[in-house]
């Protein structure tokens, strides 16, 4: 089989992304696409391609000769920029999350419908891989039913909201932190196999930017109440100012025991199973690691520990032997949608709301 050709756009996040696919077998990047010519320039050096391969503006990018485009930009423009490369004949492997509306996410699913093509959103949290050990565990029937979850994804990313030199503020800043929810639901419902279905959202005010009020990305800290398809609860916590250092923390709690993850960022965790270790036993520590021991060196080069490496891995056997992306766009839409009625809630003063139903 020939190598499939990929483009990739947004090149400061994506850059990682260009290391994976150039050490992947059958897989060939053939181009790049920044707004920064300097950026542009520079990753296609490190990369050996030539400037004919590399592109500033995106309508002729999404129009080279490739098979597949990586969309790594900022998050306003993923509706358009993968409705044009579906349309255009590419797969899409997409940054998360899908987009900020549920029109929008619509707008994708009926994309993906018509044109047949391959979308996945690239949500790495969920290929951890300690998320993939407990997957295991938890259909090894270890933990029993899952019947409640909790994460946290804490991230400080005030260099990325403004500009303290010219007080200009970024696209994120118009992001309310709930909104970003996909590295918390995203290896929650993997885990439950599940999707929610009632929300309830609440918010803790704008107190780092009082005098702001009009972004609404400015709340320091909003809260999910999620209830599952299957009857179960998960609570998740999000903030993107300074409160602690950077974080993404789960624990998972079955009829036969629990887990959960360390809240420092270290290989840590807890699992607690009764049957396994004595009902008056203390949970056990376990190594927790978001990197696979096992897997080739070249999986660590991405980012993120092994997860970048498994996650393209199996969008690229999706393609190869026509099967759904195990995060296809009904799953994205189950990561995403969420967290944005999660936050219409919040606004609301908590009230309960439904999830739309979008994949029939």
């Known amino acids: ?27 060939e990047v053939a181009a790049l696409c920044d707004i920064d010519p300097k950026v ?25 000769p490739l098979d ?8 306003p423009y993923h509706t358009d920029q993968t409705v044009k490369a579906l349309e255009s004949g590419k797969h899409v492997l997409c940054e998360q999350t899908v ?85 918390c639901l995203g290896p929650l419902l993997t885990l439950m196999d599940d999707r ?16 702001r009020t009009d972004k609404p990305g400015f709340l320091d800290m909003e809260v999910g109440l999620f209830h599952t398809e299957k009857g179960k609860v998960i609570k998740i916590l999000r903030s993107q100012t300074p409160v602690r250092n950077h974080m993404a923390w789960y624990s998972l709690y079955g009829t036969k025991g629990s887990v959960e993850s360390s809240r420092l960022n270290e290989e840590g965790g807890m699992l ?32 993120h520990g092994t997860s970048e490496y498994f996650m393209i891995r199996d969008f690229i056997e999706s393609i190869k032997n026509d099967t759904t992306p195990p995060l296809d766009i009904i799953r994205a839409i189950d990561f995403t949608v969420p967290g944005i009625i999660a936050h219409q809630s919040a606004l609301a003063g908590g009230k309960l709301m439904d999830v739309p139903v979008y994949w029939k």
């Open 1 to 27: 089989m020939k190598k499939l050709k990929i483009g990739i756009v947004g090149l400061r996040r994506g850059n990682g992304f260009v290391g994976v696919f150039s050490h992947h077998p059958e897989v």
């Open 40 to 64: 542009l320039a520079d990753t296609g050096k490190a990369f050996n391609l030539p400037d004919s391969s590399l592109y500033l503006k995106y309508d002729d990018f999404v129009n080279a």
């Open 68 to 75: 597949i485009v990586m969309i790594a930009t900022a998050i």
């Open 99 to 183: 987009a900020y509306t549920f029109q929008e996410c619509q707008k994708v699913l009926e994309t993906v419908r018509k044109t047949g093509k391959k979308y996945m959103m690239a949500e790495n949290y969920t290929y951890f891989h300690f998320i993939r050990q407990w997957k295991e565990m938890i259909d090894q029937g270890r933990l029993g039913d899952i019947v409640y979850a909790e994460s946290e994804y804490i991230h400080e990313i005030l260099p990325m909201l403004e500009n303290k030199r010219t007080g200009e503020f970024f696209w994120r800043a118009d992001r309310p932190p709930i909104w970003y929810c996909a590295h």
């Open 196 to 211: 929610v279905v009632k929300v309830v959202g609440m918010h803790s005010g704008f107190h780092r930017f009082p005098d």
């Open 272 to 303: 607690y199973i009764p049957k396994e270790m004595g009902a008056h036993d203390k949970a056990q520590s376990q190594k927790y690691s978001i990197v696979d021991p096992d897997a080739p060196e070249i999986a660590k080069t991405g980012g």
